[in-house]
């Protein structure tokens, strides 16, 4: 996995051995089975994105709705573009919301190339939280792309 860029937005890129159409049924319909093992929501219809708190989250104090989102682009199983506004703090609540842009790239090798462009422009506390710079997040994206192959390719999580 690599980070493209040092600023405000950052580009990662994992192999996984997986479908394009099996990364993209993980990432809308089973996002408790890896990264912060919460309950996603992508409406496409409705263009709207929810992330749910887990139960320890909400033990914690987090609300039960973590991130919303919009849906600027679908084209799926290889690229979708949404917002990502996380909710569960006052600071990094009142940042822009970050622009994902997701895409799929099937290999020969019956690998394909996930790239996850996440533009935090304006937004330096969500960046370092999505980043992995902040230790208390977890380790952001590089952590959920992490967890999602040790998923697809194992049938485990991290």
Do not use: C
Not at 69 to 82: F, K, Y
């Amino acid at each position: 996995m690599t980070t493209a860029t040092q600023n405000a937005t950052h580009t990662y890129r994992i192999h996984i051995k997986a479908t394009p159409e099996e990364i993209w049924d993980a990432l809308m319909k089973r996002g408790k089975d890896f990264g912060y093992h919460s309950n996603v929501e992508y409406d496409l219809e409705a263009g709207t994105y929810t992330g749910f708190a887990n139960e320890e989250m909400r033990e914690y104090g987090m609300p039960e709705v973590l991130i919303t989102g919009e849906i600027l682009e679908a084209e799926l199983p290889h690229r979708l573009v949404q917002t990502w506004n996380p909710l569960f703090d006052e600071k990094i609540t009142a940042e822009p919301p970050a622009r994902l842009t997701w895409e799929a790239e099937e290999y020969p090798n019956g690998t394909t190339r996930l790239t996850l462009t996440s533009d935090t422009d304006g937004a330096p506390l969500t960046a370092g939280i999505t980043s992995g710079d902040v230790v208390e997040a977890l380790g952001g994206w590089p952590m959920v792309l992490s967890d999602l192959k040790t998923l697809l390719e194992t049938g485990k999580s991290l």
